[in-house]
């Protein structure tokens, strides 16, 4: 490793706190062309057992500090060239540790277009602002009065005070040192003003709650933030950063440039010019700057946080419980245009579709009913999952009316509520096209709500992301950040679960680690021609697919009923020596010694250590022999919803229904209760103790209780608790079209009764 490179690998273990060793060998395997996932599962003696988590971060890290030693060593080149670089500024540089200090201490040696400082430096004027500043018992006017230079277009003085003054000024905004000074005080005690634009109240009435805001920055919560970015965005609202004024008129910042400058007001001849020197720094050259800079760091850190909240959410819905491998029936729920069913065997193949017309205008729901019965029968199916959009509850009654036929006739069918997101879009894809090309797109939808409810993971993977509706404001974050940040939790979620071989599609084969689309499609190709593998080795049968790829891929991919038991395990290729070593000790089969937990538990893992798998991997092993191809993911429930309650006219304060957490934000949670609108759990409401963050108490899928607590029928909002005990208060009478209520109990214990039900529709309003 270069000098450079084992500086990094120091201060990324000091970061993680862990040794150098260990960050030096993920650096080499990942710089090798390793995966994340491959990494941490199949080589934790390299790097001492690290995690995929301080992997990730570690990856992050890495692409960061590189960079910033790659810039770090241009503005060494440009400053030398200029014969600029002295021993001092040179130090400084190299221990730089952020891209911003690199930046403030290369800013007065950047090239940059003739400004107006340089302009006066060739007029001859720093001398002038050097004598000022040096002696302020200087009389100004007297001083300059040598300076005019008719050649240079000095005619007066005044021109050639306003000359060297802008040298000076931009001599004091270009201190590194200040710079870094005001920009950490402004981002500590900094206040973040909205106000709504004249005229705009009306048509921003979304934005109302930052019409006259004002908060500290740097504590300004993300889901805030970027609400006030995107009002701003919207020509809504004007954003500004203030200091708390102090010392009469005189900003604090500018209290900061005069001490920097050793400037001091004592009534001298050109102590009022000084004065004005730094007053015009402030507000001409480094206010903009820096208020511009501080809002983009607030909206960097928003936007990461979202982000994160995004990943989260999404690794929670990726890694639902699946259904399983039974025959399922998909309903795509509509009115009008009727209700698309389809109908997959347990593995996910389409068997047969037809459309039904049992609501308005056709009602022809007995004949939809017999339809969906005979399809059911016909199928062998044992479960119904039914699209959430328009029509659900209307077609989740259907359904029931079916499973009750279906038990008279002997059979137990299941129906259950899915979330249909991004379904439509999958539809209308490209992949889908290529998996179902004579299917109708509607129909299509149905078959992936089917699907999502077998197994979530394997055919969410084919939606965007962003389609899945669990992010926040996920429209406004950086597409690239949040692209890699869900690129990677899509990847930690396939390669955690597994992939069986022979069943997977392009979709999902392409996040197993170490593949790509062009392999995936090579491997769908290999399986058209020759059937299905019989084992892992074949895969370096497949075009483009060479032995390390193999390594990378190989322990992520499963093949059920193979020649070899291990090969559905997540036993790497390269360790089955190892099984077979255990094996030959005690002179077994291979195969007898999957699943027998009880011999297994009495085996140490150190006894079959050697030089290349060592007690980590020995113990993973074991521990997969006993349960080979383990699922991480829960056991399968899902949420009943209440009969009757199907719209929000429906709802009443104090109802406790069930429901599915659909989102989590940082200001709470968002609930499906079977009405097609979400309701909110706030923060405050999640839990009878203080929660800090709501993913300590609820994640995305989870089955939870909740009593309403208000009802906004106009806006759509509803508020929900997950404190039980919470009393509701009639609101007045006045309320038209809406039942709204109030907690007898405060969020916290000293706030009034009414503030928990404010709150939720005051971040519903704001969120929803």
């Known amino acids: ?137 200087l009389d100004p006017d007297t001083t300059a009065a040598s300076f005019i230079n008719d050649e240079h277009g000095i005619a007066t003085t005044r021109d050639a005070l306003d000359g060297a003054r802008q040298i000076l000024m931009e001599r004091f905004a270009e201190n590194a040192e200040l710079v870094g000074r005001l920009r950490d005080r402004l981002w500590t005690d900094g206040l973040l003003r909205a106000e709504v634009v004249n005229g705009k ?35 809504v609202l004007t954003l500004r950063l203030e200091l708390p004024e102090t010392e009469g008129d005189v900003h604090p910042a500018e209290v900061d440039i005069a001490h920097a400058a050793g400037i001091k007001d004592q009534g001298r001849a050109a102590d009022r010019w000084l004065r004005d020197v730094v007053r015009w720094t402030w507000r001409v050259k480094l206010y903009t700057h820096l208020e511009t800079e501080l809002l983009g760091r607030l909206r960097e850190r928003a936007e990461g946080e979202a982000i994160q909240v995004f990943a989260a959410n999404l690794k929670d819905l990726l890694l639902a419980a699946p259904a399983g491998a039974q025959p399922t029936l998909g309903l795509d729920p509509g009115l009008r245009t ?19 017309y049992p609501h308005a205008p056709k009602n022809q729901w007995a004949d939809a009913v017999n339809v969906l019965v005979a399809l059911c029968e016909r199928c062998d ?177 499963r093949i059920r009923e193979g020649r070899n038991a291990l090969d559905a395990s997540s036993v790497h290729p390269e360790a089955y020596p190892v099984v077979e070593r255990i094996a030959n000790r005690y002179q077994r089969q291979v195969g007898s010694l999957v699943g027998d937990a009880a011999f297994l538990g009495q085996l140490k893992a150190v006894d079959f250590t050697d030089e290349q798998f060592g007690l980590p991997t020995v113990t993973d092993i074991l521990k997969e022999l006993v349960k080979p191809g383990r699922d991480p993911r829960p056991e399968f429930n899902f949420a009943r919803f209440q009969d009757g309650v199907e719209e929000l006219k429906d709802l009443r304060a104090g109802m406790v229904l069930e429901g599915a957490v659909t989102n989590v934000t940082h200001f709470g949670a968002f609930v499906d209760i079977g009405v097609h609108q979400d309701g909110l759990v706030h923060i405050s409401a999640l839990s009878h103790t203080f929660v800090k963050d709501p993913r300590e108490v609820v994640k995305a899928g989870d089955i939870v209780r909740v009593k309403v607590m208000d009802v906004d029928i106009p806006r759509k909002r509803i508020a929900l608790s997950m404190r039980l005990d919470d009393d509701v208060v009639e609101r007045a009478a006045e309320d038209k079209g809406r039942s709204r209520r109030t907690p007898s109990r405060a969020p916290q214990e000293d706030k009034p009764a009414g503030a928990l039900a404010a709150a939720l529709l005051k971040a519903g309003a704001r969120e929803q």
């Open 338 to 356: 009727g209700v698309k069913v389809a109908a997959i065997d347990a593995t996910g193949k389409f068997l047969a579709h037809d459309t039904i």
């Open 381 to 557: 199916i044992g479960l119904i999952a039914i699209g959430n959009g328009t029509a659900s509850r209307e077609t989740d009654r259907l359904a029931g009316d079916v499973v009750k036929q279906l038990a008279v006739r002997g059979r137990q069918v299941s129906k259950i509520i899915v979330s249909e997101a991004g379904a439509s879009v999958y539809s209308a894809s490209a992949l889908a096209a290529s998996e179902f090309p004579d299917l109708d797109v509607t129909i299509r939808g149905a078959v992936s709500i089917a699907r999502r409810l077998q197994d979530p993971l394997a055919e969410l993977v084919k939606i965007d992301p962003k389609s899945i509706g669990v992010g926040q404001y996920q429209h406004d974050v950086s597409q690239m950040q949040l692209s890699r940040s869900l690129d990677t939790v899509i990847e930690d979620c396939v390669n955690g679960v597994g992939v069986d071989l022979n069943t997977a599609s392009s979709a999902l084969l392409r996040r197993v680690s170490g593949l790509n689309a062009n392999l995936a499609d090579s491997i769908i190709a290999w399986r058209d021609q020759h059937g299905a593998f019989d084992e892992r080795r074949q895969l370096l049968e497949v075009s483009r697919l060479g032995p390390r790829t193999f390594e990378q891929c190989a322990g992520f991919l």
């Open 201 to 235: 109240e009306q048509e921003g009435a979304k934005f109302s709650d930052y019409f006259d805001h004002q908060e500290p920055l740097c504590r300004a919560p993300s889901h805030r933030a970027l609400a006030m970015f995107r009002g701003r965005n919207e020509g």
């Open 1 to 137: 490793m270069t000098m450079i490179s084992n500086d990094i690998a120091v201060r990324i273990a000091t970061e993680l706190d862990v040794e150098p060793r260990q960050v030096e060998a993920a650096m080499t395997l990942l710089d090798g062309g390793a995966t994340v996932p491959f990494v941490a599962r199949y080589r934790k003696e390299a790097t001492g057992g690290l995690d995929d988590g301080q992997l990730r971060t570690l990856e992050e890290r890495m692409r960061y500090l590189r960079e910033l030693d790659e810039r770090r060593l241009t503005i060494l080149e440009s400053v030398n060239e200029q014969g600029k670089l002295s021993p001092e500024l040179e130090q400084q540089i190299r221990d730089a540790t952020t891209k911003q200090r690199l930046e403030d201490l290369y800013l007065p040696f950047r090239k940059k277009r003739r400004t107006k400082a340089q302009i006066a430096r060739e007029a001859g004027l720093e001398p002038l602002g050097d004598r000022l500043l040096s002696d302020p018992t």
